[in-house]
């Protein structure tokens, strides 16, 4: 984050921005001429291709067992999530029969 009261920023790369339309620091400031922002996709897109490559090791390496690990992790997620949704409807019934034992 930059400091606007010069009327320039900081921009993390070493350059300096200008404020006079976007505030200092804000998601879409940046350089007059776009280049922060530029600059940061293309660290964002790194970031999202080297992930990808290392996605495809750890799939090559141990895609089976973690296809083992991510099918029991979804049967107990489901099983999770039905037997809470069977609890709050038993839960309304009895709650219903409550409020009618009251007259």
């Known amino acids: 984050m930059g400091n606007c009261s010069d009327g320039s920023?900081?921009?993390g790369h070493g350059k300096s921005g200008c404020c006079s339309t976007k505030k200092c620091g804000s998601?879409?400031?940046g350089s007059c001429d776009g280049s922060d922002m530029m600059l940061?996709?293309?660290?964002?897109?790194w970031n999202c291709l080297m992930m990808?490559?290392?996605?495809?090791?750890?799939?090559k390496h141990r895609g089976e067992a973690?296809?083992?690990m991510a099918h029991a992790a979804v049967?107990?997620?489901?099983?999770?999530?039905?037997n809470k949704m069977d609890g709050m409807k038993q839960a309304g019934e009895h709650r219903q029969k409550l409020m009618q034992s009251w007259g």
């Open 52 to 59: 990808d490559k290392m996605k495809q090791h750890w799939e």
């Open 40 to 45: 940061e996709l293309a660290d964002k897109a």
């Open 27 to 29: 998601a879409e400031w």
């Open 9 to 11: 920023c900081s921009t």
């Open 75 to 82: 049967n107990a997620s489901m099983a999770y999530w039905m």
């Open 66 to 68: 973690m296809d083992k």
